[in-house]
Every structure is written in structure tokens, then in C-alpha cells.
Nanobody, 120 residues
Framework: VQLQASGGGLVQAGGSLRLSCVAS?????MLWYRQYPGKQREWVAV???????NYVDSVKGRFTISRDNAKNSVYLQMNSLKPEDTAVYFC??????????????????WGQGTQVTVSS
């Protein structure tokens, strides 16, 4: 399965962006994570095959993950963006154990990153 992420860009603080990730085949759980320069990856949001979602605390109430199974796609609507959201965002897909849904390395497929830059 190949993943294609898109939708990043430059936006002012308080603005919005919508990231998209299209898979070449059907997938189960899908995850968005981000990576800051020189730092570890941080999971952002996850959605399982049943549509159950979970978010890292720093984005709760601002980001929304959703999926369209008919299109093998996952989306990340990012509102009220902050400069600290600036990072490269990646999508991942796979079938990890429920206890590992938040761990990017537990996924089998990864897309290329898309840069999100939030200016103050």
C-alpha cells in the first residue's frame, strides 16, 4: 500500500489547513504524526477502522481526523493553528495492536511528509 499526503503550506497563527492522505488500497487504522527538526516523531491523531478517534492533548479541540473508506483516505482538519504546530506531517496506515495505535513505528505503511508552517 502506498500513501500520498498533501495539503501542507504556510498559514498565519489562528488559520486553518486540511491535510489529506490517500492510500492505494484499503487500510485499517490510520495515523497522522509530525516531526520537528532534530526531534522525535509525535503522534497527532489516529482513527481506527470503526471511526474511533484519539488525539494528542496539544491538538484536542483544534484538530479533527476523519476518513472516507470509499476513497481509502484520511483527513486532518487543523484549525486555530499555532506556531508550535509547525512541523512536517506524515500519515501512516496499518493494523497495529490497539495498545500501539499511537506509535508511528507500529504502522506498516508511511506516506511522504507535508510541511506545515504557522507564522506568528
Amino acid at each position: 500500500v502506498q500513501l500520498q499526503a498533501s495539503g501542507g503550506g504556510l498559514v498565519q497563527a489562528g488559520g486553518s489547513l486540511r491535510l489529506s492522505c490517500v492510500a492505494s488500497g484499503s487500510v485499517n487504522a490510520m495515523l497522522w504524526y509530525r516531526q520537528y527538526p532534530g526531534k522525535q516523531r509525535e503522534w497527532v491523531a489516529v482513527i481506527n477502522s470503526g471511526g474511533v478517534t484519539n488525539y494528542v492533548d496539544s491538538v484536542k479541540g483544534r484538530f479533527t481526523i476523519s476518513r472516507d473508506n470509499a476513497k481509502n483516505s484520511v483527513y486532518l482538519q487543523m484549525n486555530s493553528l499555532k506556531p508550535e504546530d509547525t512541523a512536517v506531517y506524515f500519515c501512516a496506515a496499518g493494523n497495529p495492536l490497539s495498545s500501539l495505535l499511537r506509535v508511528p513505528s507500529s504502522y506498516s505503511y508511511w506516506g511522504q511528509g507535508t510541511q506545515v508552517t504557522v507564522s506568528s
